[in-house]
């Protein structure tokens, strides 16, 4: 499936439902500019997830108390659309013409890739090679999936990851924080065919059914419609007691729900859980909401901070970018006045943008070290392929680390079954 987002507010090409959709979403007057997408081509992700989890021996869970595992999973950060782009067949020629020059290798993470600290330096323990068994597991049953069109939520790479991290930890439950119309719901469960879950949205699935394709699963415990209640808010003691839960480091949390990615974390240690996964990595200069790779933009982590001297290097890259790569953005837009960095705009972004809090540099320099502070694992998923495979223009390469089908193995890419129009076009 492919979706682009596109830079107006209002598409023309909306219909009422999508609008309909959209109001769920982010609610009256949100920023919907992250979300608004148009069909058009084939493959290649744009939302960002985080995993935050703990890995172990013996087994993959973690056996060391005490200690927490970030894993950003899905590369996306940049990736806040989710977005593909349709190709029926690999045509090099158009590809370079598409792309202009011939480097792409070289360029993935040239502008830095933002990589939150953990305390002990430790990593996950799946490689490359594991990602790739994974996808080829993973595509034929992505081709299955209820909701084809699934515009303002997850496409084919974030699925992917959040699909990849739930086989791998197995968790005794999992638990979602914004469900739209089910497909992330569907994901848990094809990852985890038995394991109950308790989904958290202000509407449920089943009111999507009556315009079209949802998911409601039946071994899922909603908190949603009149019954919906914030994550923040649940009594999670007791819902725990009632699953049956004394081991909270087997409970798996994924958040898609746009909520500021640091009061979550809060959230969740204060209640005890561990693995946390994060949809919508927003890069810094992005996003509807304060995100960990944006809290972990810090000149002294790898990978972070900014020049914003405007005769710098970095400023024209920059500027240069912005011209192709739709989610690339300038240091005006990163940095304050006086060539301060300014990084999120001096606000921790919230609830869609719709109750943002200001802050200082140095609050926000603060919770970078809060996050090293309580963090073991942190992982971001790459994206799924390279741009010349799948023709996605969305992120900027320059942003993320190399892909998982890295540019140049369209060998590969055709092989995992990613170059069919009909797995992923609608
Ligand atoms: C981007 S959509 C989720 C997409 C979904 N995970 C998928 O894969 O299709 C965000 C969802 O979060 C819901 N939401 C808004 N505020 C929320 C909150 N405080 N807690 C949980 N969900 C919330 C919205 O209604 C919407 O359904």
């Not at 290649?44 to 950003?72: D, E, M, Q």
């Not at 303002?152 to 086989?167: E, R, V």
């Not at 898609?256 to 859980?273: M, P, S, T, Y």
Request: net charge negative.
């Amino acid at each position: 499936m492919l979706e682009r987002v596109l830079p107006s507010r209002r598409a023309t090409t909306h219909s009422d439902d999508a609008a309909d959709d959209e109001d769920d979403i982010v609610g009256a007057g949100g920023d919907v500019s992250k979300t608004k997408k148009q069909h058009i081509f084939f493959y290649a992700t744009n939302k960002a997830s985080y995993y935050l989890t703990r890995l172990g021996s013996g087994h993959r869970w973690p056996c060391i108390i005490g200690l927490f595992l970030f894993l950003v999973l899905v590369s996306s950060i940049i990736f806040n659309s989710r977005g593909f782009v349709c190709i029926s067949s690999y045509d090099p020629v158009s590809r370079s013409r598409f792309f202009g020059f011939d480097d792409l290798e070289s360029d993935f993470g040239y502008l830095g890739v933002p990589w939150c600290r953990s305390r002990h330096g430790k990593t996950v323990d799946w490689t490359t090679k594991d990602l790739l068994k994974g996808l080829e597991e993973f595509v034929p049953i992505y081709e299955t999936r209820p909701i084809k069109n699934n515009m303002f939520g997850m496409g084919f790479d974030h699925s992917f990851g959040l699909w990849f991290i739930a086989q791998w930890m197995k968790p005794d439950l999992m638990i979602e924080s914004g469900d739209f119309k089910g497909h992330s719901t569907w994901v848990l469960r094809q990852a985890m065919p038995n394991t109950p879950i308790i989904s958290l949205t202000p509407r449920h699935p089943e009111k999507y059914l009556k315009k079209g394709p949802a998911y409601v699963d039946g071994n899922c415990i909603y908190f949603a419609g009149k019954d919906f209640v914030d994550f923040g808010s649940v009594d999670w003691e007791k819902v725990m007691k009632q699953h049956g839960i004394t081991d909270l480091s087997r409970v798996l949390i994924f958040f898609d729900d746009h909520q500021n990615e640091l009061k979550r974390i809060e959230q969740a240690l204060k209640a005890g859980f561990r693995h946390l996964v994060f949809e919508d990595n927003y890069d810094t200069g992005t996003g509807d909401h304060y995100s960990l790779r944006q809290i972990c933009d810090q000149s002294y982590i790898r990978g972070g901070g900014h020049s914003c001297f405007e005769d710098s290097d970095e400023a024209r890259i920059r500027s240069r970018r912005k011209q192709f790569w739709e989610k690339a953005v300038d240091i005006k837009e990163l940095c304050g006045s006086g060539e301060a960095w300014w990084g999120v705009r001096g606000y921790m972004r919230d609830n869609f943008n719709h109750t943002n809090k200001p802050i200082s540099y140095a609050e926000h320099f603060q919770n970078s070290q809060f996050v090293e502070s309580i963090l073991d694992v942190y992982w971001e998923l790459p994206p799924v392929a390279g741009p010349s495979l799948t023709h996605q223009t969305r992120y900027d390469p320059a942003r993320v680390t190399s892909p998982i089908v890295e540019d140049g193995q369209y060998g590969l890419f055709q092989r995992l079954g990613l170059a069919s129009p009909r797995a992923f076009c609608i």
